[in-house]
């Protein structure tokens, strides 16, 4: 079986080819490259032994979509991360992720129409939620106004895809609904590698321990929390990546209950960001240079998922905890550094 990765060198998207394969599927990438490294394919080969053919162009250019679905026209799944992620990037350019967001996947679906593909898992996200009224959050909890110009492409994205369906039996769709993806693979040969300054708090603090940022600022201490910073689900990528392996199987097998189902994938614990910070300084030995400065645009305060649909339903669960995240995260860093 053969399963298209968009954004396949991106941080999520390889940890997912990773277990595709060892699961026994060939993978297919295509990726722009805007936000990932071509180098990532040595490091799947080296995990895997296995080289994921890839395709390099942008989802946005129709044309080159159409093209690649005719030369690969054995392509059994669809798995879509590729797209732009940053919350508070989002702010600054909302036109950027409205265009790069939803074109691309409105390329995929009518390509998908045009050649039977009949399966697609979305990456999506707990963004959607904005900043739930009830925790933990569930998959019926209601999706509301998004914070972000990110988390709003998302709630669009999803919209398009239900619409989609209703508009046609020939295509499929499970929904992943993230929290806060973290972590490496414990090989350290892939991880998170935001080109630039990082947007999203562990690659900030990975980096700062290496000393390639001065020093860390925590968005904000007066949130109605614990100790005033803000809570988020931290779940590790290798366990999220496996959560992939499961869904993409639950539509080749048929064993989806409707055409369009939606799962949150998260642990089901919140963690503040000051714990978060100081289970890195345990684990790692690392004493983290941080400060506390004022609150994001775009950030909510505090959201964890219930995971008890996808648990039971999926029959899928995640194995690993925070503090095995971020020791896999800095030893990634090390690596990726050549640190010691
Ligand atoms: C987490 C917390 C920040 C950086 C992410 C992804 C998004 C989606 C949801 C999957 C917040 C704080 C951060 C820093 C900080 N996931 N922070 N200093 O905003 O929850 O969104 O998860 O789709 O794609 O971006 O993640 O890591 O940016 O922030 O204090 O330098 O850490 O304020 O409270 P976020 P994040």
């Known amino acids: 079986m053969k399963i298209l990765v968009t954004g396949g060198t991106g941080y999520i998207g390889s940890h997912t080819v990773v277990e595709l394969q060892q699961a026994g599927y060939d993978a297919v990438i295509i990726d722009n490259l805007n936000n990932s490294r071509i180098e990532v394919l040595d490091s799947i080969e080296k995990i895997t032994g296995i080289r994921p053919e890839f395709e390099k162009f942008d989802l946005c250019d129709q044309p080159k979509v159409n093209a690649f679905f005719e030369k690969h026209n054995d392509v059994d799944a669809i798995i879509h991360f590729a797209a732009y992620k940053a919350v508070g990037e989002s702010v600054e350019h909302p036109l950027m992720y409205y265009r790069n967001n939803l074109l691309s996947l409105i390329n995929l679906l009518d390509a998908m129409k045009q050649c039977t593909v009949p399966y697609?898992?979305?990456?999506?996200?707990?963004?959607?939620?904005?900043?739930?009224?009830?925790?933990?959050?569930?998959?019926d909890s209601p999706v509301q106004p998004a914070e972000s110009p990110y988390g709003n492409t998302k709630q669009i994205c999803e919209e398009i895809l239900r619409d989609t369906i209703k508009s046609t039996d020939k295509i499929k769709s499970i929904a992943l609904r993230y929290f806060n993806p973290i972590g490496a693979h414990e090989s350290a040969l892939i991880g998170e590698l935001p080109l630039g300054i990082p947007n999203n708090l562990v690659p900030f603090i990975t980096q700062t321990a290496a000393g390639i940022r001065e020093q860390l600022s925590v968005f904000?201490?007066?949130?109605?929390?614990?100790?005033?910073?803000?809570?988020?689900?931290?779940?590790?990528?290798?366990?999220?990546?496996?959560?992939?392996?499961v869904a993409v199987d639950r539509l080749?097998?048929?064993?989806?209950?409707?055409?369009?189902?939606?799962?949150?994938?998260?642990?089901?614990?919140?963690?503040?960001?000051?714990?978060?910070?100081?289970?890195?300084?345990?684990?790692?030995?690392?004493?983290?240079?941080?400060?506390?400065?004022?609150?994001?645009?775009?950030?909510?305060?505090?959201?964890?998922?219930?995971?008890?649909?996808?648990?039971?339903?999926?029959g899928w669960k995640t194995q690993r905890s925070l503090a095995d995240a971020l020791l896999t995260s800095w030893n990634w860093e090390k690596h990726y550094r050549g640190l010691k």
């Open 120 to 139: 697609i898992v979305f990456s999506s996200s707990c963004t959607v939620y904005g900043q739930p009224a009830d925790l933990p959050v569930r998959e």
């Open 220 to 245: 904000g201490d007066d949130y109605d929390t614990s100790d005033g910073s803000a809570i988020r689900d931290f779940i590790h990528v290798v366990d999220l990546a496996k959560a992939h392996v």
């Open 252 to 314: 080749l097998k048929g064993k989806n209950k409707t055409s369009y189902e939606v799962f949150n994938l998260g642990t089901g614990t919140g963690y503040s960001v000051l714990e978060t910070i100081r289970t890195f300084e345990k684990v790692t030995g690392e004493k983290l240079n941080y400060k506390i400065v004022g609150r994001r645009a775009g950030d909510i305060e505090k959201i964890w998922a219930d995971t008890s649909y996808a648990n039971d339903e999926l």
